[in-house]
């Protein structure tokens, strides 16, 4: 099973509508972050979380919320999708050991607004 | 100028050719780097953690140049599956707010 886990995968959905992704892990660890790709601009911070009680907002937070139900289960949320939010989205988790911190990524999910 | 500079490629090299990447960054309190290997449209794939001393793992060595605030990988032997884009990861000192290159091309040709 992975370690970090999205769902959905994939997603087409229109101008307007509220969606949530989700994402779960196993690693234990206390640090996840939510991040959207697009071609050429590469991985962009949306928001992150670094315990259940501790949000905070990325470079482009705008038009998205999140909520860090536990701490295995960070879920991002579009009140009103649109059509440039049309992305490659990614959850990873950080861990809090010093040194050689590593982030661990989940497998995507394809969004597409209409 | 962006926190964390790659150049984009393609670079097209045939097997068995060794090729290199460099990546930039500006935050001189920078403590952590990373390289990443991303298929196209999956998930980041952790490939090494850069140290001070270099690191090397098989086929591939990785650099940090403090003094110039720049990293390196080499690649060896270069394989047809080896055919990525490479990221480049740098977290600054004092937070956990990761910085991502835009990542560089490498397609190996038969």
């Known amino acids: 099973d992975a370690d970090v886990t999205q769902t959905p995968r994939n997603r087409i959905t229109k101008t307007g509508k509220r969606i949530m992704l989700e994402c779960s892990q196993t690693?234990?660890?206390?640090?996840m972050y939510w991040y959207r790709q697009d071609p050429g601009l590469g991985l962009r911070l949306i928001y992150y979380?670094?315990?259940?009680?501790?949000?905070n907002k990325g470079e482009i937070s705008d038009g998205y919320s999140v909520s860090r139900q536990a701490q295995a289960k960070f879920s991002l949320s579009l009140e009103s999708a649109i059509p440039n939010q049309t992305a490659l989205y990614f959850c990873?988790?950080?861990?809090?050991?010093?040194?050689?911190?590593?982030?661990?990524f989940g497998d995507g999910t394809r969004l597409s607004i209409l | 100028r962006k926190e964390v500079e790659q150049d984009p490629g393609p670079f097209n090299v045939p097997e068995g050719a060794t090729v290199a990447f460099n990546c930039t960054y500006s935050?001189?309190?920078?403590?952590?780097f990373f390289w990443y290997r991303q298929d196209c449209r999956k998930e980041p794939k952790l490939l090494m953690s850069?140290?001070?001393s270099g690191n090397e793992d098989g086929r591939f060595t990785a650099q940090l140049n403090r003094a110039s605030q720049y990293i390196s990988l080499l690649i060896r032997d270069s394989k047809l599956s080896d055919s990525a884009t490479y990221l480049c990861?740098?977290?600054?000192?004092?937070?956990?707010?990761?910085?991502f290159g835009t990542g560089t091309r490498l397609k190996v040709l038969a």
């Open positions: 690693k234990g660890h206390d640090r």
């Open positions: 990861v740098v977290l600054p000192s004092g937070t956990y707010k990761y910085i």
């Open positions: 935050n001189s309190a920078s403590q952590s």
């Open positions: 990873a988790t950080g861990t809090d050991k010093l040194g050689d911190q590593p982030q661990h």
């Open positions: 850069v140290y001070s």
């Open positions: 979380s670094f315990d259940v009680k501790d949000i």
